[in-house]
């Protein structure tokens, strides 16, 4: 409800839009690796695990996106046993979704951007090249992680991206074995396709909110010269139209909701929450255990098979570098015991920014009326009740991609609407009938890095994206690319309301210098 509340912000990150897709694909190769089997017996995990309960087949580390993906499939073979891993809480309260609403209500999303409950609420340090500018990068902190807390738009990366990542050499990565993962995991609420899958467990569904400024939104994209594309998806991911969201009967579909939770039951799958992994233990260079606080109190845990690192971009590398694998220099200078010498964990850190451009309805169509208290009420209600109206979708329903000049050979920008303004994540409520359009290049250049602030798991580590590095200030070829209509140069968002609900015009001319200096300009965070 907060995108009701509060609206949300200018600019935020994730470096691909697929992001929650490729650990869902990670863990569907494992089918490749063993051969889904039906549980057998209860009783031969029950005796193992009586014998050691300190010893597991696979200990994983992180119930996010992909954590909760892989105990779902490894606890499939019923000879594994699976210990996971979440330093955050549960996502539900005495199995309720709906003691949980923040998490669960779609349109509620920003909630959890506001505070440190579910969130691990980082910076990163002082942006260079953006006027020394804090960004702030919420990552979930809960069962389900990031997908707890994200928008829940679900979109596959584009296939030549894929085939890219391929001839790099991710051997078997090109899109053409990836698509029956993506469909293995998807039902689709339009049914199985060529492209959409029809019976797995990450369901997708379409906005049924019918905005007329969602409409507006796509006509003014045809108007500029862009074709309307019915699946971002499918075939043609180029031009404008409505976008799949991991929503389903109107409650956000995290992987804790499509992967965990039914795997929950099996006693081959032991899954914790409010537990903070320290360290990777190794034997030699081999991981073999891990140690972990809970309650206060501290303890260890052995894997006979793997010990699985899925705690996030941020994460992952913090524990592999507390727990001595990292560049050497760095770990010896913090008193850590090397392990392995690996220079690259914590480098080659890449995120993309999004520019919110903002503009001022001139009819009463936005979500602002939602915002006021009694409205609020109304739809909270109804979303406790039913699971439909205002609160089951996060409102991003549509969107698109183009390619920012001649000669690209993908989409390289990506656009999102929203019916509301969010200000600086919702952490300022939004005053004004008014929407926004979100525009974000696909393959920034800029590199950065993290590294260890000190020992100490619970603090941040330092987080340096370097921002806007690659290219000079006002070197056109950096800004050229954000084109809605044919005037070169100029971002031109037109918006024509049908003239059954009264016509109105609303026209956002932006230069594209002024896309950056807009970026420049955004608050620092509180
Ligand atoms: C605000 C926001 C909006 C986003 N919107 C979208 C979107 O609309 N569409 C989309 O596709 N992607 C979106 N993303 C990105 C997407 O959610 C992430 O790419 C994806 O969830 C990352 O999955 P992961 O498994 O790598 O990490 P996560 O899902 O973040 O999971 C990591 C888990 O590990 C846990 N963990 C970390 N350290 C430890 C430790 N030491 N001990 C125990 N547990 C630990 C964390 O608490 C967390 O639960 C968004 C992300 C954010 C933050």
Known sequence: MSYLLKGVQACWFFKQMHGIVRPLIKAHLLEKVFSVQ??????????????????????????????????????????????????????????????????????????????????????????????????????????????????MVYIRGHAEDYNRWSKEGAVEWDYEFCLPYFKKAQTHELGADLYRGGNGPLHVSRGKTNNPLHHAFLDAAQQAGYPFTDDMNGFQQEGFGWMDMTIHQGQRWSTASAYLRPALSRPNLSAEEDTLVKKILFKGTKAVGIEYVKDGGKKTIFANKEVILSAGAINSPQLLMLSGVGNADDLKKLGIPVVCHLAGVGQNLQDHLEVYIQQKCTQPLTLYKSQKPLNMIKIGLEWLWKFTGDGATAHLETGGFIRSRAGVSHPDIQFHFLPSQVIDHGRTASQLEAYQVHIGPMRSTSVGWLKLKSTDPREHPIIEPNYLSTGSRGDPGNYRPVSLTSIPGYLTLKFQLSKKQGSTYSHVVTRLGDVRTCLLQLPPPP
Not at 48 to 64: K, T
Not at 82 to 102: C, H, I, Q, Y
Not at 141 to 146: H, P, Y
């Open 38 to 151: 039906k549980l057998k017996t209860t009783q031969q995990f029950s005796q193992d695990s009586s014998r050691n309960m300190d010893c597991f087949s696979y200990i994983i580390v992180g119930a996010g996106s992909a954590g909760c993906v892989l105990a779902n499939r490894l606890t499939e073979d019923p000879d594994s046993t699976v210990k996971l891993l979440e330093a955050g809480p549960k996502d539900t309260l005495f199995n309720s979704k709906r003691l949980m609403w923040k998490i669960h209500m779609p349109a509620a999303l920003t909630y959890n951007l506001c505070d440190e409950k579910y969130n691990w609420y980082y910076h990163t340090t002082p942006q260079k090249h953006m006027d020394n500018r804090i960004m702030y990068w919420p990552r979930g902190r809960v069962w389900g992680g990031s997908s707890s807390l994200n928008a």
